[in-house]
């Protein structure tokens, strides 16, 4: 099935983003950013990004991981963009997390089967992790004053596929008009190296998660479906008419999530 989302032209996408990011910095008065690099499409391309409106001394990457560190990986893509080592930090976070894990007691949940309770307990203990992580770049960006730079894409923005006041937490998002499949066009025109294009999507969040699998379909569908339904205003039905299977299960997934843009929610005057 032929994509219907049109094929962004690199070097003009590039070339807009970089005068965004030198807009919002000349803006703010801020000279320099912090990007959490997890290693993923979507942080890399956005510290390729970065670097071609910064120089590297003012750029900063914090990789806190909580599993098996992937520090080869990530020096490797510091190491093609020249930032500096007192500019990195590798920072477990498996200690707070744990701390948190004490209060994730299966034991203290409501009675219900196994398998219920433990996709509770990840989906608690992500949240904790996601929100972990942004407070240390938050501070990291405090000490060095600099804006923390997000990596969420247009594709998870419509999904809702973030934690609150946790990774969807930034100052400056380079990238968020674009849906996955735009990012991994950009990312190939950049030179992101190939091991992180080829990587299965995933936030890290527990032992073999992966964004695909947690959603029950890919991105290669949900772009399309997401694409129609928002930006050609087509119905559900009409979009399974054109072969998507799966077009029920990703809005579905949209409307589930649809509080998390809609909140703090207010009492206006």
């Known amino acids: ?22 807009s919002i910095l000349k803006k703010s008065g801020f000279n320099k950013l912090i990007i959490g690099l997890s290693g993923g499409i979507d942080s890399t391309t956005s510290l390729y990004l970065a670097r071609k409106v910064l ?18 990986l990530i020096q490797k893509i510091c190491s093609a963009l020249k930032i500096p080592a007192q500019n990195q930090y590798f920072i477990s976070i498996k200690k707070p997390v744990d701390e948190f894990k004490k209060l994730l007691s299966i034991n203290n949940q409501p009675r219900q089967t196994w398998l219920a309770q433990l996709t509770i307990n990840n989906v608690r203990l992500g949240n904790i992790m996601a929100r972990i992580r942004m407070i240390m770049l938050f501070d990291l960006a405090k000490k060095h004053s600099a804006l923390v730079c997000g990596t969420e894409n247009k594709s998870e923005h419509y999904l809702g596929y973030f934690t609150r006041f ?25 030179k992101v190296p190939q091991e992180v294009i080829e990587a ?26 997401l694409y129609l339904y928002f930006e050609k205003k087509k119905s559900v039905v009409d979009i399974e008419k054109l072969g998507y299977k799966n077009s029920k299960k990703i809005i579905d ?7 998390k843009h809609q909140t703090p929610y207010l009492l206006l005057p």
């Open 200 to 225: 299965k999507p995933t936030a890290g969040l527990w032992s073999g998660q992966t964004d695909e699998g947690e959603f029950g379909f890919s991105y290669q569908e949900a772009d399309q479906v």
């Open 253 to 259: 997934f949209v409307n589930k999530n649809q509080f």
């Open 166 to 190: 946790g990774d969807a937490a930034s100052d400056i998002e380079p990238i968020q008009h674009l849906y996955k499949t735009q990012v991994y066009q950009l990312a190939k025109y950049l």
């Open 55 to 72: 120089p590297s001394k003012n750029i900063f990457i914090a990789y806190l991981y909580y599993f098996q560190p992937k520090t080869t």
């Open 1 to 22: 099935m032929n994509s219907l989302i049109t094929k962004i032209k690199p070097e003009n996408e590039t070339q807009k983003i970089v005068s965004f990011l030198r």
